[in-house]
């Protein structure tokens, strides 16, 4: 163990290397994207910076059993504050090589069966908490030295005397006139910095990124504005992207579909309709004309469920039409198992009316709450 850890102490100087080589690649490649360089050209540049990304990583191998030996000597630290922060921190940072290295092995070739993403989101996270462990033992020992500091300036105060015989004393440690007197200051806006910190920090604990440069494409037809809602969805064990085309349809039938999209196969995965619009929702015996269902979609349950919006879904009161809007219940097979009209409600003898709390919009539609 010991051999490994001084091996992998070596290589960190490598590390640093293949790293400032790895950022330079990749500001090359934004400079070469802006100017406009051949395709060719930024591609080399792409699969340079991988490869040294892959070999930071290969150089990283051994720092999981350093961050651990580390973490067994800050156990032993007096201060029970230090002791917390720093043995976390470090093995956050055991962690989060750990999870490096799978990663490495699976772009490597060696485990191809492994989920980079989960693996990734799982690395970025213990490094997140590495990060606010050293963090907070920054702060505390901030602390430590300000209060050092102002006992420092009490005990010199009493003995020089501090103020004359029948005098008055100029200052004092809570003086900002004073040396050392603006300390409770300092740490007022010290202590009001920690807390917005903490408060951005805890709104990052689910990071995400979007790559810009291999995005994944699921193409649509454009003409039934596709593309006008989305939604993650998870389904039968699978994982797909809902698309709503609120346009879908004919000229003067524009009903509206939801496209499902599979994440995960390939980048360029093409979408089916799932046929929503052809199903006729509410009370009625045919699908409604022109109700442009996918303007919204909400994810309802953890089995698959899901809400499919359609606000221009109309029916029919004698020799009036009315758009009260309808929101279908979708099951994980994407078949609906109900709606919700909230808007229209029927009368005990048939007829329809309002409900008083929903104000009517332009043109006799009703806002749909769902």
Known sequence: ???????????????????????????????????????????????????????????????????????????????????????????????????????????SGLAPRVDQEKWAQRSFRYYLFSLIMNLSRDAYEIRLLMEQESSGYSRRQKGSGGGTPGGSETGGPGDPGTPGGGLPQIALKLQLRV???????????????????????????????????????????????????????????????????????????????????????????????NMHLGMSLLQTDSDGGFLA???????ACGSSVFSSGICAQVDASFRPRGSLAPTAQRKPEGGLRYSPQHRAQGGGRVGVRV
């Open 1 to 107: 163990m010991d051999a490994w850890v001084r091996f992998s102490a070596q290589s960190q100087a490598r590390d640093r290397l293949c790293r400032a080589a790895q950022y330079a690649c990749s500001l090359l490649g934004h400079a070469l994207q802006k100017r406009g360089a051949s395709p060719e050209l930024q591609k080399q540049i792409r699969q340079l910076e991988g490869h040294l990304s892959l070999g930071r990583k290969l150089l990283r191998l051994g720092n999981s059993a350093d961050a651990l030996e580390s973490a067994k000597r800050a156990v032993h630290l007096s201060d029970v504050v230090l002791r917390f922060c720093i043995t976390v921190s470090h093995l956050n940072r055991a962690l989060y090589f750990a999870c490096d290295n799978v990663l490495w092995a699976g772009k």
């Open 309 to 315: 919006c359609a606000p221009l879904w109309s029916r």
């Open 195 to 289: 807390l917005l910190l903490a408060r951005v920090l805890r709104g990052l604990c689910s990071p995400f990124n979007l790559d810009v440069r291999h995005p994944r494409l699921f193409p649509g037809p454009p003409e039934a504005e596709f593309g006008y809602s989305v939604l993650q969805h998870v389904g039968g064990g699978q994982r797909w992207m809902l698309v709503g085309a609120p346009w879908d349809g004919p000229s003067g039938d524009r009903r509206g579909d939801i496209y499902r999209c599979p994440v995960g196969s390939s980048h360029n995965a093409s979408c089916a309709k799932a046929h929503l619009g052809d199903y006729p929702l509410g009370n009625s015996s045919r699908p409604a004309v």
